[in-house]
């Protein structure tokens, strides 16, 4: 019989000694194989290419109300609802961003402006599938950045629900040899008709089949069934007052939530949202992009107000494939533009500041003439979170060909 | 294929087999014969042949011919004598068997 490291390990086959008299290593080695890793990662992807300029306003910046004279959002200065909330003197968020106030100067949110992926591409499709692969520029790579992360830090025995991506599909980010699933609605995750005989009758077939990769997902399939059914989805109840949007995201927020209240096993969740490709009419303080933000923003700090000090454990982290041009177009809106900003919150999050290298608005300082430059690479803040949060130790095969080194992270995590 | 990409291959056969999916219309009496309608055990044997090609281990055979005495699949009323077999349930069961997946 062969016994792996982990399995003597568990099995106790160490506990005839003490611990007190063991080497250190030893005792390390132990406690990282007996603790199971309690940290989870949220990721959302903002389909479209979200105008970042908009949401973290640049407002001490000149240009960029010389660059966006109708869509501009005001200076704080001018006060009420109608004008940016000051962060920091400098950037102010866009006052549908309001549930992200409290947030931010808590110390449980922070911002990442100037960032993104190095590609110059400005198609949707190829900048997310770069941005997703974790592989900017390579459109050979068929699995994604979070399923590679996982891949990393196998389990013994993992849960059906260590990552799960709230949709019909499984994007891009997750797809890979690890396992992952997609649940486009917690209560539609069954089999359809009687349990006894559609359910009964697959998961029969499914045990005794000698395919060993179809057993495989056969048993994890009806196993993250059983789980569901075990919860009570139709009586949930957002804890601490918190009232999630009535929209696609806040569903999806609301299921992540109830997921990992449930303890079964989450370590990873994906949900994206889309519409943030605003080239006509994309508004100012109103409009579509002010539309869109209150959502975001009201889902996200009612996931915050629900899991209270489960928060803890847990880092919720934002992407879009690309920002908006800096100038705004004829028609009102923006174009496929290159730097965007990013949110970073929750537990062991360093909140309350702006993270950038501020790149500039001038003549000159924009990329190719017309966009807010990338500073800062955008796996960068996520290499920076996988390692302190989740515990990866080598982000060599998460991103490859990247400059992995810890020392040039911008610090917005503890540890 | 990942539990999700195997619930909705699932899922979608019994939808499309018990003819709940929008749009789309399938005649299993056109395609198991007039006979099927009231014999179970003879619906599941072509729905194997039909969409197996019988090609199907002794377990899932036996498997599914556990199922077919269940009520939902016979649906026999105690004052009707004539079972009305629910062959859509079997094309589904059919469908989303480990054999019709590897095909």
Redesign the interface.
């Known amino acids: 019989m062969k016994i792996s490291r982990r399995v003597f390990l568990k099995g106790g086959g160490v506990a005839m000694i003490g611990m007190s008299a063991m080497p250190a290593f030893l005792q390390r080695a132990i406690a990282d194989t007996l603790a199971p890793n309690k940290k989870k990662l949220v990721v959302l992807f903002q389909r479209g290419a979200m105008d970042g300029l908009n949401v973290v306003v640049p407002f001490a910046e000149p240009n960029y109300y010389r660059m966006r004279p109708t869509i501009a959002i005001p200076q704080p200065k001018s006060g009420g609802a109608e004008a940016a909330i000051d962060l920091d003197g400098f950037f102010g968020l866009h006052p549908s961003l309001q549930p992200f106030e409290q947030l931010f100067h808590s110390g449980q949110l922070a911002i990442v402006q100037a960032v993104g992926s190095p590609d110059p591409s400005r198609s949707h499709f190829d900048a997310q599938d770069f941005m997703e692969s974790g592989t900017p520029g390579v459109r050979s790579t068929d699995d994604g950045w979070l399923n590679r992360s996982l891949q990393a830090m196998p389990e013994e025995k993992e849960s059906a629900f260590r990552a799960v991506a709230f949709g019909p599909y499984l994007p891009l980010t997750l797809r890979g040899k690890a396992s992952a699933i997609a649940i486009p609605d917690l209560k539609q995750f069954k089999v359809f008709g009687n349990p006894k005989v559609t359910e009964g009758g697959f998961e029969a077939m499914y045990a005794q089949t000698v395919d060993q990769a179809l057993h495989g997902v056969g048993q994890e399939t009806f196993e993250a069934v059983d789980s569901l059914k075990k919860l009570d989805l139709d009586n949930y109840q957002p804890e601490n007052g918190a009232e999630y949007p009535k929209s696609r995201f806040g569903r999806s927020l609301q299921e992540i939530a109830e997921l990992l209240k449930a303890d079964l096993g989450m370590e990873v969740a994906f949900l994206d949202s889309g519409g943030w490709d605003n080239h006509v009419n994309e508004g100012g303080v109103q409009g579509q992009l002010a539309n869109l933000l209150r959502d975001l923003s009201q889902g996200i700090a009612a996931f915050h107000q629900d899991l209270g000090d489960r928060m803890e454990d847990v880092v919720f982290v934002s992407m879009s494939e690309f920002g908006r041009t800096a100038h705004e177009n004829g028609n009102r809106g923006t174009d496929h533009g290159h730097a965007n900003c990013m949110f970073v919150m929750g537990g062991g999050v360093k909140g309350g500041k702006v993270y950038t290298k501020w790149p500039g608005l001038s003549d000159g300082q924009l990329h190719q003439d017309r966009d807010l430059a990338v500073t800062t690479d955008y796996r960068s803040v996520l290499g920076e979170i996988l390692i302190k949060h989740l515990g990866t130790r080598d982000l060599s095969t998460v991103f490859p060909g990247f400059d992995n080194d810890p020392t040039k992270f911008l610090n917005i995590l503890k540890g | ?7 909705n291959r ?2 979608f056969a ?2 499309l087999a ?1 003819n709940h999916m929008p749009g789309a219309k399938v005649d299993l009496t056109e395609l198991l014969g007039p006979d099927a309608g009231a014999n179970p055990e003879l619906a599941l044997s072509d729905s194997l042949n039909d969409f197996l090609g019988g090609d199907v ?1 002794a ?2 055979r036996a ?2 011919e ?2 077919m005495s ?1 009520p ?2 016979v649906q026999a009323r105690l004052d009707d004598p004539v079972k009305h077999v629910n062959e859509g ?1 079997i094309a ?2 059919v469908l ?3 054999e019709f ?2 095909r």
């Open positions: 294929m990942n539990a999700g990409a195997l619930l699932l899922n019994l939808t018990t281990t377990q899932t498997t599914l556990k199922q269940d939902q699949i349930l589904g069961l989303g068997a480990p997946q590897r």
